[in-house]
Protein backbone atom coordinates (compact mmCIF):
# COMPACT_ATOMS: atom_id res chain seq x y z
CA UNK A 1 0.00 0.00 0.00
CA UNK A 2 1.29 3.35 -0.86
CA UNK A 3 1.53 6.37 1.65
CA UNK A 4 -1.57 7.42 2.96
CA UNK A 5 -2.32 11.48 1.44
CA UNK A 6 -2.02 13.60 4.36
CA UNK A 7 -4.35 16.45 3.93
CA UNK A 8 -6.61 18.78 6.62
CA UNK A 9 -9.83 17.61 5.27
CA UNK A 10 -11.79 14.74 3.62
CA UNK A 11 -15.04 14.77 2.09
CA UNK A 12 -16.69 11.64 1.26
CA UNK A 13 -19.33 12.34 -1.88
CA UNK A 14 -18.41 15.17 -4.33
CA UNK A 15 -22.42 16.22 -4.62
CA UNK A 16 -23.21 20.30 -4.34
CA UNK A 17 -23.25 20.09 -0.77
CA UNK A 18 -19.30 18.53 -0.73
CA UNK A 19 -18.46 20.82 -3.30
CA UNK A 20 -19.96 24.15 -1.13
CA UNK A 21 -17.99 22.65 1.63
CA UNK A 22 -14.62 23.18 0.07
CA UNK A 23 -15.32 27.03 -0.46
CA UNK A 24 -16.22 27.34 2.81
CA UNK A 25 -13.54 25.20 4.18
CA UNK A 26 -11.08 26.92 1.88
CA UNK A 27 -12.23 30.25 3.28
CA UNK A 28 -10.51 29.49 6.04
CA UNK A 29 -7.25 27.81 4.98
CA UNK A 30 -8.45 24.04 5.07
CA UNK A 31 -7.46 22.28 2.02
CA UNK A 32 -9.56 19.16 0.85
CA UNK A 33 -9.71 15.93 -0.94
CA UNK A 34 -13.21 14.44 -2.39
CA UNK A 35 -13.94 10.89 -2.51
CA UNK A 36 -16.88 9.93 -4.58
CA UNK A 37 -17.96 6.42 -5.99
CA UNK A 38 -19.09 7.99 -9.50
CA UNK A 39 -16.86 8.80 -12.10
CA UNK A 40 -17.97 12.17 -12.49
CA UNK A 41 -18.08 14.82 -9.85
CA UNK A 42 -21.83 16.63 -8.96
CA UNK A 43 -23.22 13.21 -7.10
CA UNK A 44 -27.47 13.16 -8.44
CA UNK A 45 -27.37 16.42 -10.07
CA UNK A 46 -25.08 14.90 -12.42
CA UNK A 47 -25.85 11.11 -12.48
CA UNK A 48 -29.83 11.47 -12.20
CA UNK A 49 -31.24 14.29 -13.23
CA UNK A 50 -28.26 16.73 -15.49
CA UNK A 51 -30.37 18.10 -17.44
CA UNK A 52 -33.72 18.95 -14.67
CA UNK A 53 -34.72 22.42 -13.41
CA UNK A 54 -33.65 23.56 -10.03
CA UNK A 55 -35.77 26.59 -8.91
CA UNK A 56 -35.09 26.84 -5.07
CA UNK A 57 -31.21 27.70 -4.59
CA UNK A 58 -31.18 31.32 -3.00
CA UNK A 59 -30.46 34.18 -5.73
CA UNK A 60 -30.74 31.88 -8.63
CA UNK A 61 -34.04 31.35 -10.21
CA UNK A 62 -33.28 28.91 -12.42
CA UNK A 63 -30.62 26.66 -13.46
CA UNK A 64 -30.23 22.83 -14.55
CA UNK A 65 -28.70 20.33 -12.31
CA UNK A 66 -25.57 20.34 -14.00
CA UNK A 67 -25.52 24.07 -14.42
CA UNK A 68 -25.42 24.04 -10.52
CA UNK A 69 -22.65 21.74 -10.35
CA UNK A 70 -20.31 23.83 -12.98
CA UNK A 71 -21.09 27.14 -11.04
CA UNK A 72 -20.01 25.37 -7.90
CA UNK A 73 -17.02 23.68 -9.50
CA UNK A 74 -16.12 27.26 -11.02
CA UNK A 75 -16.38 28.76 -7.33
CA UNK A 76 -14.06 26.57 -5.68
CA UNK A 77 -11.53 26.33 -8.31
CA UNK A 78 -9.39 29.14 -6.38
CA UNK A 79 -8.89 26.14 -3.51
CA UNK A 80 -8.26 23.57 -6.16
CA UNK A 81 -9.48 20.47 -4.30
CA UNK A 82 -8.24 17.17 -5.40
CA UNK A 83 -11.05 14.51 -6.79
CA UNK A 84 -10.96 10.80 -6.24
CA UNK A 85 -13.65 9.62 -8.63
CA UNK A 86 -14.67 5.67 -8.87
CA UNK A 87 -13.18 5.14 -5.25
CA UNK A 88 -15.87 4.37 -2.38
CA UNK A 89 -14.73 4.79 0.94
CA UNK A 90 -14.99 1.41 3.12
CA UNK A 91 -13.54 2.70 6.30
CA UNK A 92 -12.64 5.55 8.66
CA UNK A 93 -10.65 4.72 11.65
CA UNK A 94 -9.99 7.08 14.40
CA UNK A 95 -5.91 7.31 15.00
CA UNK A 96 -5.56 10.05 17.19
CA UNK A 97 -6.75 13.46 18.43
CA UNK A 98 -8.09 14.33 16.10
CA UNK A 99 -6.34 11.90 13.26
CA UNK A 100 -8.58 10.15 10.85
CA UNK A 101 -7.22 6.85 8.58
CA UNK A 102 -9.92 7.27 5.86
CA UNK A 103 -9.51 3.77 3.31
CA UNK A 104 -11.33 3.61 -0.33
CA UNK A 105 -12.54 0.34 -1.82
CA UNK A 106 -8.97 1.14 -4.45
CA UNK A 107 -6.70 0.93 -1.14
CA UNK A 108 -6.28 4.25 -1.40
CA UNK A 109 -5.70 6.04 2.36
CA UNK A 110 -6.23 9.24 3.33
CA UNK A 111 -4.99 10.98 7.08
CA UNK A 112 -6.87 13.83 8.08
CA UNK A 113 -7.97 15.67 10.45
CA UNK A 114 -11.28 16.15 9.77
CA UNK A 115 -13.64 14.11 7.67
CA UNK A 116 -16.91 15.29 6.14
CA UNK A 117 -19.73 12.87 5.31
CA UNK A 118 -21.68 14.54 2.13
CA UNK A 119 -23.01 11.54 1.11
CA UNK A 120 -26.47 12.51 0.01
CA UNK A 121 -28.37 9.34 0.07
CA UNK A 122 -25.42 7.11 0.32
CA UNK A 123 -23.70 5.44 -2.54
CA UNK A 124 -24.63 4.62 -6.43
CA UNK A 125 -24.32 0.96 -6.50
CA UNK A 126 -25.59 -1.33 -9.44
CA UNK A 127 -28.93 -2.37 -9.65
CA UNK A 128 -30.33 -5.78 -8.62
CA UNK A 129 -32.08 -6.85 -11.73
CA UNK A 130 -35.78 -7.82 -11.05
CA UNK A 131 -35.26 -11.12 -11.00
CA UNK A 132 -36.21 -13.42 -7.64
CA UNK A 133 -33.48 -15.28 -6.01
CA UNK A 134 -30.12 -13.20 -7.51
CA UNK A 135 -28.41 -13.43 -4.06
CA UNK A 136 -26.45 -16.87 -4.18
CA UNK A 137 -25.18 -16.02 -7.50
CA UNK A 138 -23.83 -12.63 -7.31
CA UNK A 139 -19.79 -12.68 -7.35
CA UNK A 140 -19.80 -16.09 -8.41
CA UNK A 141 -22.09 -17.04 -11.86
CA UNK A 142 -24.00 -13.15 -11.93
CA UNK A 143 -21.79 -9.96 -12.18
CA UNK A 144 -22.44 -6.17 -12.21
CA UNK A 145 -19.35 -5.33 -13.90
CA UNK A 146 -16.61 -6.82 -16.07
CA UNK A 147 -13.41 -6.88 -14.31
CA UNK A 148 -11.51 -9.21 -16.40
CA UNK A 149 -12.64 -10.59 -19.88
CA UNK A 150 -10.95 -13.55 -19.83
CA UNK A 151 -12.82 -14.78 -17.10
CA UNK A 152 -15.87 -15.16 -19.45
CA UNK A 153 -13.74 -17.26 -22.54
CA UNK A 154 -15.76 -19.76 -23.60
CA UNK A 155 -18.40 -19.27 -21.73
CA UNK A 156 -22.19 -19.48 -22.14
CA UNK A 157 -23.16 -15.76 -21.40
CA UNK A 158 -26.19 -13.86 -20.52
CA UNK A 159 -26.47 -9.89 -20.56
CA UNK A 160 -29.85 -8.21 -19.76
CA UNK A 161 -30.41 -4.11 -20.51
CA UNK A 162 -30.25 -2.26 -23.01
CA UNK A 163 -28.27 0.70 -22.06
CA UNK A 164 -24.65 1.59 -23.18
CA UNK A 165 -23.03 -1.22 -20.49
CA UNK A 166 -25.21 -3.89 -21.65
CA UNK A 167 -24.40 -2.98 -25.03
CA UNK A 168 -20.75 -2.36 -25.13
CA UNK A 169 -20.46 -5.65 -23.01
CA UNK A 170 -22.18 -7.73 -25.61
CA UNK A 171 -19.42 -6.07 -28.00
CA UNK A 172 -16.73 -6.91 -26.30
CA UNK A 173 -17.84 -10.25 -25.01
CA UNK A 174 -19.23 -11.45 -28.06
CA UNK A 175 -15.67 -12.76 -29.70
CA UNK A 176 -14.60 -14.86 -26.43
CA UNK A 177 -17.73 -16.00 -25.54
CA UNK A 178 -18.68 -19.84 -26.50
CA UNK A 179 -22.41 -18.30 -26.96
CA UNK A 180 -23.81 -14.97 -26.32
CA UNK A 181 -27.52 -13.78 -25.90
CA UNK A 182 -28.79 -10.30 -25.31
CA UNK A 183 -32.14 -9.80 -23.27
CA UNK A 184 -33.58 -6.52 -23.72
CA UNK A 185 -37.40 -6.11 -22.77
CA UNK A 186 -38.12 -4.42 -26.06
CA UNK A 187 -36.62 -3.61 -29.29
CA UNK A 188 -35.72 -0.41 -28.73
CA UNK A 189 -32.25 0.39 -26.98
CA UNK A 190 -31.13 3.34 -24.62
CA UNK A 191 -27.24 2.65 -26.04
CA UNK A 192 -25.93 4.83 -28.39
CA UNK A 193 -26.97 4.28 -31.46
CA UNK A 194 -23.64 3.02 -33.31
CA UNK A 195 -23.69 0.51 -30.62
CA UNK A 196 -26.75 -1.00 -31.07
CA UNK A 197 -26.22 -1.30 -35.14
CA UNK A 198 -23.01 -2.99 -34.35
CA UNK A 199 -24.81 -5.72 -32.46
CA UNK A 200 -28.30 -6.16 -35.06
CA UNK A 201 -25.02 -6.52 -37.17
CA UNK A 202 -23.52 -9.51 -34.58
CA UNK A 203 -27.41 -10.75 -34.30
CA UNK A 204 -27.62 -11.15 -38.04
CA UNK A 205 -24.59 -12.97 -38.78
CA UNK A 206 -25.56 -15.57 -36.21
CA UNK A 207 -22.26 -14.33 -33.89
CA UNK A 208 -25.00 -13.64 -30.80
CA UNK A 209 -28.78 -14.19 -29.87
CA UNK A 210 -30.82 -11.37 -29.57
CA UNK A 211 -34.05 -12.22 -27.14
CA UNK A 212 -36.47 -9.94 -26.68
CA UNK A 213 -38.37 -10.30 -23.16
CA UNK A 214 -37.57 -10.49 -19.17
CA UNK A 215 -35.35 -12.74 -17.38
CA UNK A 216 -38.13 -14.29 -14.84
CA UNK A 217 -36.17 -16.89 -12.75
CA UNK A 218 -32.66 -18.66 -12.40
CA UNK A 219 -31.69 -22.21 -11.85
CA UNK A 220 -28.19 -23.45 -10.70
CA UNK A 221 -26.34 -24.62 -7.34
CA UNK A 222 -23.76 -23.69 -4.87
CA UNK A 223 -23.55 -19.77 -6.80
CA UNK A 224 -22.79 -21.83 -10.01
CA UNK A 225 -25.79 -20.51 -12.76
CA UNK A 226 -26.79 -23.25 -14.56
CA UNK A 227 -30.49 -21.86 -16.48
CA UNK A 228 -32.39 -19.10 -16.50
CA UNK A 229 -35.68 -18.88 -17.46
CA UNK A 230 -36.79 -16.17 -20.00
CA UNK A 231 -40.24 -14.61 -20.76
CA UNK A 232 -40.40 -13.39 -23.95
CA UNK A 233 -42.73 -10.64 -25.11
CA UNK A 234 -45.05 -13.21 -27.43
CA UNK A 235 -45.55 -14.69 -23.93
CA UNK A 236 -43.74 -17.78 -24.28
CA UNK A 237 -41.74 -19.76 -21.82
CA UNK A 238 -38.43 -21.22 -22.87
CA UNK A 239 -35.50 -22.11 -20.93
CA UNK A 240 -31.87 -20.95 -21.69
CA UNK A 241 -28.66 -22.24 -20.63
CA UNK A 242 -25.81 -20.18 -19.24
CA UNK A 243 -22.58 -20.07 -16.94
CA UNK A 244 -22.63 -16.58 -16.65
CA UNK A 245 -25.08 -13.36 -15.92
CA UNK A 246 -24.59 -9.97 -16.64
CA UNK A 247 -27.18 -7.69 -15.49
CA UNK A 248 -27.10 -4.01 -16.58
CA UNK A 249 -30.15 -2.20 -14.59
CA UNK A 250 -28.91 1.16 -13.94
CA UNK A 251 -27.71 2.40 -10.60
CA UNK A 252 -29.52 2.98 -7.53
CA UNK A 253 -28.32 4.69 -3.67
CA UNK A 254 -27.62 2.37 -1.28
CA UNK A 255 -26.35 3.94 2.61
CA UNK A 256 -23.34 1.70 1.96
CA UNK A 257 -19.89 1.04 3.94
CA UNK A 258 -21.09 4.25 6.40
CA UNK A 259 -23.58 1.87 8.09
CA UNK A 260 -20.75 0.15 9.39
CA UNK A 261 -18.88 3.16 10.85
CA UNK A 262 -20.54 3.07 14.19
CA UNK A 263 -23.41 5.68 14.27
CA UNK A 264 -26.56 5.12 15.57
CA UNK A 265 -28.21 5.90 12.38
CA UNK A 266 -32.06 7.50 12.72
CA UNK A 267 -34.48 5.44 10.56
CA UNK A 268 -31.08 2.89 9.55
CA UNK A 269 -30.20 5.55 7.04
CA UNK A 270 -29.39 9.11 8.49
CA UNK A 271 -26.61 9.90 10.96
CA UNK A 272 -27.93 12.20 13.77
CA UNK A 273 -25.66 15.49 13.99
CA UNK A 274 -25.90 18.56 16.44
CA UNK A 275 -27.23 21.33 14.88
CA UNK A 276 -24.32 24.07 15.77
CA UNK A 277 -21.64 22.55 13.64
CA UNK A 278 -23.52 19.21 12.55
CA UNK A 279 -20.92 17.28 13.95
CA UNK A 280 -21.89 13.67 14.24
CA UNK A 281 -21.27 11.98 17.65
CA UNK A 282 -17.68 11.37 16.89
CA UNK A 283 -16.04 14.61 16.96
CA UNK A 284 -14.13 15.63 14.27
CA UNK A 285 -16.63 13.66 11.95
CA UNK A 286 -19.69 15.63 10.50
CA UNK A 287 -22.57 14.93 8.22
CA UNK A 288 -23.99 17.80 6.08
CA UNK A 289 -26.75 17.87 3.32
CA UNK A 290 -29.07 14.78 2.80
CA UNK A 291 -27.73 11.79 5.16
CA UNK A 292 -27.81 14.28 8.10
CA UNK A 293 -30.52 14.22 10.60
CA UNK A 294 -31.84 16.60 13.13
CA UNK A 295 -35.09 17.88 13.99
CA UNK A 296 -36.71 19.79 11.72
CA UNK A 297 -34.07 18.39 9.01
CA UNK A 298 -35.04 19.70 5.19
CA UNK A 299 -33.49 17.75 2.44
CA UNK A 300 -32.79 20.81 0.41
CA UNK A 301 -29.93 22.31 -1.16
CA UNK A 302 -29.63 25.26 0.61
CA UNK A 303 -30.01 23.67 3.98
CA UNK A 304 -26.51 21.47 2.91
CA UNK A 305 -24.99 24.98 2.13
CA UNK A 306 -25.70 26.64 5.15
CA UNK A 307 -24.21 22.92 7.46
CA UNK A 308 -21.53 23.23 5.11
CA UNK A 309 -20.50 27.13 6.14
CA UNK A 310 -21.25 25.70 9.92
CA UNK A 311 -19.17 22.66 9.64
CA UNK A 312 -16.23 25.07 8.33
CA UNK A 313 -16.04 27.09 11.22
CA UNK A 314 -15.66 24.12 13.71
CA UNK A 315 -13.34 22.26 11.69
CA UNK A 316 -11.03 25.04 11.57
CA UNK A 317 -10.63 24.21 15.71
CA UNK A 318 -9.36 20.82 14.68
CA UNK A 319 -7.12 22.05 12.07
CA UNK A 320 -5.53 24.77 14.08
CA UNK A 321 -6.60 24.22 17.32
CA UNK A 322 -3.81 27.24 18.33
CA UNK A 323 -5.30 29.60 16.36
CA UNK A 324 -8.59 32.14 17.28
CA UNK A 325 -10.85 32.39 14.31
CA UNK A 326 -11.80 36.01 13.10
CA UNK A 327 -15.11 36.01 11.33
CA UNK A 328 -14.85 37.75 7.76
CA UNK A 329 -17.20 38.52 4.57
CA UNK A 330 -16.00 37.82 1.21
CA UNK A 331 -17.15 41.41 -0.05
CA UNK A 332 -15.36 42.96 2.37
CA UNK A 333 -11.99 41.30 3.46
CA UNK A 334 -9.30 41.67 1.56
CA UNK A 335 -7.48 38.24 2.99
CA UNK A 336 -10.73 36.38 1.81
CA UNK A 337 -10.83 38.21 -1.94
CA UNK A 338 -6.69 37.48 -2.00
CA UNK A 339 -7.83 33.37 -0.91
CA UNK A 340 -10.30 33.70 -4.11
CA UNK A 341 -8.55 35.26 -6.26
CA UNK A 342 -9.98 38.41 -6.55
CA UNK A 343 -8.19 41.88 -6.14
CA UNK A 344 -8.98 43.74 -3.20
CA UNK A 345 -11.05 46.43 -3.51
CA UNK A 346 -8.58 49.85 -3.52
CA UNK A 347 -9.06 51.83 -0.04
CA UNK A 348 -10.95 54.23 -0.55
CA UNK A 349 -8.83 57.48 1.00
CA UNK A 350 -10.46 58.98 3.69
CA UNK B 1 -60.13 16.33 -6.45
CA UNK B 2 -60.75 12.91 -7.62
CA UNK B 3 -60.84 9.66 -5.61
CA UNK B 4 -57.46 7.78 -6.88
CA UNK B 5 -57.38 3.62 -5.68
CA UNK B 6 -54.20 2.45 -5.21
CA UNK B 7 -54.10 -1.63 -4.43
CA UNK B 8 -50.97 -3.12 -3.24
CA UNK B 9 -49.29 -6.39 -3.97
CA UNK B 10 -51.30 -8.37 -1.26
CA UNK B 11 -54.71 -6.78 -2.73
CA UNK B 12 -55.12 -4.09 -0.31
CA UNK B 13 -56.49 -1.04 -1.60
CA UNK B 14 -56.54 2.58 -0.66
CA UNK B 15 -58.81 5.26 -2.18
CA UNK B 16 -57.09 8.46 -1.45
CA UNK B 17 -58.02 12.46 -2.84
CA UNK B 18 -56.02 13.30 -6.00
CA UNK B 19 -55.66 17.21 -6.88
CA UNK B 20 -56.10 17.79 -10.44
CA UNK B 21 -52.82 19.13 -12.17
CA UNK B 22 -50.44 17.01 -9.63
CA UNK B 23 -49.08 13.74 -10.04
CA UNK B 24 -49.93 10.17 -9.42
CA UNK B 25 -46.88 9.50 -7.90
CA UNK B 26 -47.37 12.92 -5.31
CA UNK B 27 -50.94 11.48 -4.92
CA UNK B 28 -49.24 8.41 -3.46
CA UNK B 29 -46.37 10.20 -0.93
CA UNK B 30 -48.66 12.94 0.06
CA UNK B 31 -51.22 10.54 1.06
CA UNK B 32 -49.20 8.16 2.67
CA UNK B 33 -49.73 5.07 0.24
CA UNK B 34 -46.89 2.47 0.41
CA UNK B 35 -45.12 0.72 -2.23
CA UNK B 36 -44.21 3.70 -4.29
CA UNK B 37 -40.38 4.90 -3.24
CA UNK B 38 -40.40 7.94 -5.73
CA UNK B 39 -36.12 7.72 -4.69
CA UNK B 40 -35.58 10.64 -7.51
CA UNK B 41 -38.30 12.48 -6.17
CA UNK B 42 -40.30 12.88 -9.42
CA UNK B 43 -37.74 13.41 -12.34
CA UNK B 44 -38.34 10.59 -14.30
CA UNK B 45 -34.48 9.31 -13.11
CA UNK B 46 -34.94 6.33 -11.34
CA UNK B 47 -37.93 3.75 -11.34
CA UNK B 48 -39.27 3.23 -8.30
CA UNK B 49 -42.50 4.91 -8.64
CA UNK B 50 -43.77 1.82 -10.92
CA UNK B 51 -47.59 1.21 -10.96
CA UNK B 52 -49.50 -1.01 -13.31
CA UNK B 53 -52.84 0.82 -15.02
CA UNK B 54 -56.06 -1.43 -14.27
CA UNK B 55 -56.96 -2.57 -18.30
CA UNK B 56 -60.13 -0.14 -18.04
CA UNK B 57 -57.84 2.85 -17.57
CA UNK B 58 -54.78 2.22 -19.59
CA UNK B 59 -56.38 4.06 -22.80
CA UNK B 60 -57.68 7.18 -20.81
CA UNK B 61 -54.12 7.33 -18.86
CA UNK B 62 -52.01 6.89 -21.73
CA UNK B 63 -48.75 5.42 -22.87
CA UNK B 64 -45.91 6.06 -21.89
CA UNK B 65 -43.02 8.45 -23.47
CA UNK B 66 -39.94 7.47 -25.15
CA UNK B 67 -37.69 8.94 -21.91
CA UNK B 68 -40.35 7.04 -19.53
CA UNK B 69 -39.92 3.56 -21.27
CA UNK B 70 -36.42 4.30 -21.03
CA UNK B 71 -36.28 4.55 -17.14
CA UNK B 72 -38.83 1.36 -17.21
CA UNK B 73 -36.05 -0.78 -18.28
CA UNK B 74 -34.94 -0.58 -15.03
CA UNK B 75 -38.11 -1.34 -12.91
CA UNK B 76 -38.94 -4.82 -11.88
CA UNK B 77 -41.75 -6.95 -13.25
CA UNK B 78 -42.31 -4.55 -16.38
CA UNK B 79 -45.51 -5.31 -17.75
CA UNK B 80 -47.51 -3.58 -20.62
CA UNK B 81 -49.66 -1.51 -18.31
CA UNK B 82 -46.41 -0.60 -16.74
CA UNK B 83 -46.48 3.34 -16.34
CA UNK B 84 -43.96 6.08 -13.73
CA UNK B 85 -46.60 7.37 -11.72
CA UNK B 86 -44.32 10.78 -11.46
CA UNK B 87 -45.13 10.97 -15.45
CA UNK B 88 -48.60 10.62 -14.80
CA UNK B 89 -50.45 14.08 -13.86
CA UNK B 90 -53.71 13.65 -12.38
CA UNK B 91 -57.12 14.97 -14.52
CA UNK B 92 -61.08 15.84 -13.88
CA UNK B 93 -61.20 12.53 -16.21
CA UNK B 94 -59.03 10.26 -13.81
CA UNK B 95 -61.86 9.85 -11.06
CA UNK B 96 -62.17 6.59 -10.16
CA UNK B 97 -59.07 5.63 -11.52
CA UNK B 98 -58.12 2.41 -9.71
CA UNK B 99 -53.82 1.45 -10.47
CA UNK B 100 -51.87 -1.52 -8.60
CA UNK B 101 -48.37 -1.29 -7.14
CA UNK B 102 -45.91 -3.71 -8.00
CA UNK B 103 -44.48 -6.19 -5.04
CA UNK B 104 -41.52 -4.60 -4.86
CA UNK B 105 -39.54 -1.33 -6.30
CA UNK B 106 -35.74 -1.98 -6.64
Known amino acids: MSEPIKTDIVIIGAGPIGLFAVFEL ?11 ILDKIGGQCAELYPEKPIYDIPGIPYTSAQGLVDALLLQIKPFNPQFHLNEMVEKVEKIGDPLFRVTTDQGKQFECKVVVIAAGGGSFQPKRPPIPGVEPYEGKSLFYSVRRMEQFRDKRILIVGGGDSALDWTLNLAPLARKLTLIHRRSEFRAAPDSVNKMKVLAEAGKIDLVLGQVTALHGDGGQLHKATVKTNDGAISELECDALLPFFGLTMKLGPVANWGFELKNNELIPVETAAFETSVPGIFAIGDINWYPGKLKLILSGFHEGALMAQKAYHYCYPQKRLVFQYTTSSSSLQKKLGVAPQTAQPA | MVKITFIDSDGAARTVEGEVGSTLMETAINNGVPGIEAECGGACACSTCHVYVEEAWREKVGA ?7 MLDFAYGVQP ?7 IKVSE ?13 A
Open chain 2, 93 to 105: EFEGLVVRTPDRQ
Open chain 2, 81 to 87: NSRLSCQ
Open chain 2, 64 to 70: PSPMEED
Open chain 1, 26 to 36: GLLDMKAHLID
